[in-house]
């Protein structure tokens, strides 16, 4: 099945934000914000995009599969590095410019870097914070759930400056 | 203090990612997107925006302060409504490019369409959604917490076509 024929029209607020039909807001450069929770846990495992192709394959297999920004391809995650997301639920927010996944994660991460999750650092604020320029952040997670040089290799790093 | 004081420079990909320095990557609209979680439960209560001050603002009081892409302001949540949401934690993701807010929500909703997270609608996947065209949701979240007519009364709806 096209995406076009899963998707409805955006033809008014109300049934948007009130109605049943599933009508994606897709930006400029025709995509959309997701974010990844683990179901069990309720951890935020990552934040990412889909286009049209890759919500409606989402919607498809169960697994996610995401847009690659860096790579301009979809993005079957785990197809590299085993670490496939089966999806529990998909939810889509008010005004339907947001999709909300809740996953497990086989092989239990979901980083590039190797971390669990890609959220492995906080940023100190209020009275921790005051005067430090720049702010330090602190190492929430110190363990890393798998070597990313094993599992990827010489893949470029897809983190851009 | 300024915003630029309390970020660091983005220098290299290994700093970025393995480093503790504050070095937030916001795009050609000068935004970062911003994930809100429910500190006590993990539910996903929205998806939002933050500009250079908005990040600086919220470090500083310790309230999410966000950038408002629909009025073009700063947008201290709760100004309006109440609903001031309390920071437990913020995390930065593993490239910097995104952030995640833990809060207690005073009151208990975020959502202006009157419901305790905006993502009240599940969306139906694999052998559910086989057929569907469009696609439709599931109300997961059939009760509001607040009246938006009452709290917000005749200002404008925040949710674009």
Redesign the interface.
């Known amino acids: 099945?096209e995406p076009k024929?899963?998707?409805?029209e955006?033809?008014?607020?109300e049934e948007?934000?009130?109605?049943?039909?599933?009508?994606p807001?897709f930006d400029s450069e025709g995509l959309i914000?997701v974010?990844t929770?683990d179901y069990k846990?309720?951890?935020?495992l990552?934040?990412a995009y889909m286009n049209q192709d890759a919500l409606a394959k989402?919607?498809?297999?169960?697994e996610a599969v995401y847009w690659s920004r860096s790579r301009q391809c979809l993005w079957h995650k785990g197809a590299t590095s085993g670490l496939v997301q089966k999806?529990h639920?998909?939810?889509?927010?008010?005004?339907q410019d947001?999709?909300?996944l809740r996953v497990d994660v086989m092989g239990g991460a979901s980083?590039?870097?190797g971390?669990r999750s890609?959220?492995?650092?906080?940023?100190?604020?209020?009275e921790e914070?005051e005067?430090?320029?720049?702010?330090?952040?602190?190492?929430?997670d110190m363990e890393k759930v798998f070597d990313p040089k094993k599992v990827y290799g010489d893949a470029p790093?897809?983190?851009?400056?």
Chains 1, 2 share one sequence.
């Open positions: 099945m024929d899963i998707f409805a955006r033809i008014s607020v948007v934000e009130e109605g049943d039909q599933l009508a807001k914000p974010v929770t846990t309720g951890e935020l990552m934040h989402t919607i498809e297999i169960g999806i639920e998909i939810r889509v927010d008010d005004d947001c999709i909300w980083c590039h870097v971390y890609c959220f492995y650092r906080s940023i100190p604020f209020s914070a005067g430090k320029s720049p702010i330090t952040l602190n190492f929430e790093n897809p983190t851009r400056l």
